[in-house]
């Protein structure tokens, strides 16, 4: 074979495809019962968009954009997350000034330069929602219930979810302070020390035994919080409880830029070894103000597609064999038989029964085959006989039995069997 798809991607295809389809429309439903519109922004934005609205210290940004020229030298880079081009969507539509909150979700690619493993891809699927222009524990909480429920709605059972505030403008440089000076204490990397003084919360983040094993006393920002900050993650807590849904509070979840502001979430699952996280997300006050925007107090999600399709299979949820392709195969036989059943076909699929046929001429053995791999319940045998009779066969697979109907009753008989 000469083209392999590159490095770090990968093909979804027939049955798993449609499959993956369904996982998505799940994470996405919840989102349409709450109000939240759909939108649709370009793969591609300046590539300044990212370097602010994601952050120059980053990884994302510092080492895993699709970056690259077009044609009139702008710099454009293949969008790595979706928050910062909705926020960009919002503001250069004025949708702002309207109704607030602005309730979004999208769907779609999104592009990472990362190390490629199982469940890290350098192309993947996520759905995310934003409800921009609002401060208010209940929508922190409403966009973390949706996200439960669409795991839930999965079957899922091994969605753990874990939560944190990170404080606000008003308590967090005294937080951050607090942990410069802890961290600079400590025996790290040069890469790590400049990190400290760049944006220490990431530190904290340091998966490396060695770095997490210094952690241990590091200040957290639960005891930092302000009355505000403290009142407000108790409300959304508390929502979260009266809602009957799950949580842990991880005082070592962060999210380390500068406008990620209190409640900061994160779903993971117990079967995905290293890449754990299914979703993520958190109130991020300060981005729109990054952008060039008003004020604009804001709150989302995004899920990882692909992850949760894995967390499926590894809960045993995808076992039982993928539904069939079509519900009907037509075997015809012969020419004229051929332009018949062409003509059923469709005649069929009119009806709302998914339909297909041999094609390519076969035999009644190869069509036949192809009825048995297509996953059809039925096979419609049209020979030059039935033809004759204005009839056809009508065969169940699973049962082997066999009936002539009228081929003007068809799509009738078909109807009641199949629904
Ligand atoms: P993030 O935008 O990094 O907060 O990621 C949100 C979710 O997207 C994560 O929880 C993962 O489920 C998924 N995700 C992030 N990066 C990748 C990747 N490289 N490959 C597959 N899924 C990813």
């Not at 930092?224 to 809602?243: G, I, P």
């Not at 048995?372 to 082997?400: M, N, W, Y």
Request: hydrophobic content about 40%; charged content about 25%; proline content about 5%.
């Amino acid at each position: 074979m000469s083209f392999q798809a590159p490095k770090g991607t990968f093909d979804w295809l027939p049955p798993r495809s449609e499959r993956v389809l369904a996982v998505r429309e799940a994470l996405v439903a919840p989102l349409r019962l709450a109000g939240y519109g759909y939108v649709e922004t370009p793969v591609f934005e300046d590539t300044e968009l990212f370097k602010r609205g994601v952050g120059e210290s980053t990884d994302v940004v510092s080492k895993e954009m699709y970056t690259f020229p077009d044609r009139a030298g702008r710099s454009l880079t293949l969008r790595p997350e979706g928050t910062a081009s909705v926020v960009r969507a919002v503001l250069q539509h004025n949708l702002h000034t309207g109704q607030l909150p602005v309730k979004l979700w999208y769907s779609g690619s999104q592009f990472r330069y990362e190390r490629a493993q199982k469940g890290r891809y350098r192309h993947f699927w996520q759905v995310g929602a934003e409800a921009l222009g609002s401060e208010d524990p209940a929508l922190d909480a409403e966009l973390i219930v949706l996200g439960a429920r669409g795991f839930a709605s999965l079957g899922l059972r091994q969605v753990r979810l874990l939560v944190n505030s990170l404080g606000d403008k008003n308590c967090r440089p005294a937080y951050r302070a607090a942990l410069q000076e802890f961290l600079r204490g400590l025996d790290l990397d040069e890469d790590t020390r400049a990190r400290i003084e760049i944006n220490p919360l990431r530190v904290l983040d340091d998966k490396r035994p060695e770095v997490q094993a210094q952690l241990t006393g590091a200040p957290l920002v639960v005891d930092h919080l302000c009355a505000a900050c403290k009142s407000y993650h108790e409300e959304v807590r508390s929502l979260l409880t009266a809602s009957g849904v799950a949580f842990e509070d991880d005082p070592r979840l962060v999210r380390g830029l500068d406008y990620y502001t209190r409640t900061t979430f994160e779903f993971v699952h117990g079967g995905l070894g290293s890449q754990s996280a299914v979703g993520g997300g958190g109130r991020y006050d300060g981005l729109s103000e990054m952008l060039g925007g008003p004020p604009l107090p804001s709150v989302g999600w995004a899920l990882g597609v692909d992850r949760t399709y894995l967390a499926m299979e590894a809960e045993g949820l995808l076992d039982e064999a993928a539904p069939g392709r079509v519900q009907v195969y037509g075997v015809p036989l012969g020419d004229d038989a051929r332009r018949r059943m062409f003509l059923l076909v469709s005649e069929l699929r009119e009806a709302g029964i998914s339909a297909d046929m041999a094609f390519g001429g076969k035999g009644l053995k190869g069509a036949m085959k192809g009825a048995d791999r297509s996953g059809a319940r039925f096979a419609l045998i049209l020979g030059e006989r039935d033809l004759a009779a204005e009839a056809v066969q009508l065969k169940d697979l699973t049962t082997a039995e066999q009936t002539e109907v009228p081929l003007a009753q068809v799509a009738d008989v078909l109807k009641g069997k199949v629904q």
